[in-house]
T-cell receptor
Framework: EPEVTQTPSHQVTQMGQEVILRCVPI?????FYWYRQILGQKVEFLVS????????KSEIFDDQFSVERPDGSNFTLKIRSTKLEDSAMYFC???????????FGQGTRLTVV | QQQVKQSPQSLIVQKGGIPIINCAYE??????FPWYQQFPGKGPALLIA?????SEKKEGRFTISFNKSAKQFSLHIMDSQPGDSATYFC???????????FGKGTTLSVSS
């Protein structure tokens, strides 16, 4: 069964450093997403990406964040100048169309120290 | 307006019981309502979803009931098993957007 894969599973970084989280969406899907889940809290939408551009973003997704589809399979989230409060699970998701079934990866646990 | 309110926060049932998790929304533009199951350290897994044109949808032991006029929807788990112990999230989205808006989650514990 096709699945969304994310790497790394765990990333530890020092405050102020840049991190790149990687995702391989399901191959025939057209919409890609990043969500964040702070420990014990709800899943929060960050950004959606379609046709090589941002389709929608939340107020969390400020200038510190950027997304990119560098090739035909990968989808990345870059966080510049990380802060302690960026520590969370980051989930990539994809869907064939918008407003339909979205499938999530296993997540990257980001720890900022 | 963009919130989805989920209750209860936690739920304990005995094996074979029927836990019910409720969600309510205000934005009438929402037209897609999925439920996700999440185990510790894992990503949310899509369980079942419904659109407002039907009042109920069943997949295996999982049933969604949808009340459009009340702007509420709920998940019922029939014959619950210890393996169903997880956190359940309701969510909603609308055709004009792409974001899933999640509820705060319900931690379900099914005792044997």
């Amino acid at each position: 069964e096709p699945e969304v894969t994310q790497t790394p599973s765990h990333q530890v970084t020092q405050m102020g450093q840049e991190v790149i989280l990687r995702c391989v969406p399901i191959s025939n899907h057209l919409y890609f997403y990043w969500y964040r889940q702070i420990l014990g809290q709800k899943v929060e939408f960050l950004v959606s990406f379609y046709n090589n551009e941002i389709s929608e973003k939340s107020e969390i997704f400020d200038d510190q964040f950027s997304v990119e589809r560098p090739d035909g399979s990968n989808f990345t989230l870059k966080i510049r100048s990380t802060k302690l409060e960026d520590s969370a699970m980051y989930f990539c998701a994809s869907s064939e169309y918008k407003n339909t079934e979205a499938f999530f990866g296993q997540g990257t646990r980001l720890t900022v120290v | 307006q963009q919130q989805v309110k989920q209750s209860p926060q936690s739920l304990i049932v005995q094996k074979g019981g029927i836990p019910i998790i409720n969600c309510a929304y205000e934005n009438t533009a929402f037209d897609y309502f999925p439920w996700y199951q999440q185990f510790p350290g894992k990503g949310p897994a899509l369980l079942i979803a419904i659109r407002p044109d039907v009042s109920e949808k069943k997949e295996g032991r999982f049933t969604i009931s949808f009340n459009k006029s009340a702007k509420q929807f709920s998940l019922h788990i029939m014959d619950s098993q210890p393996g169903d112990s997880a956190t359940y999230f309701c969510a909603a989205s609308n055709q004009a957007g792409t974001a899933l808006i999640f509820g705060k989650g319900t931690t379900l514990s099914v005792s044997s």
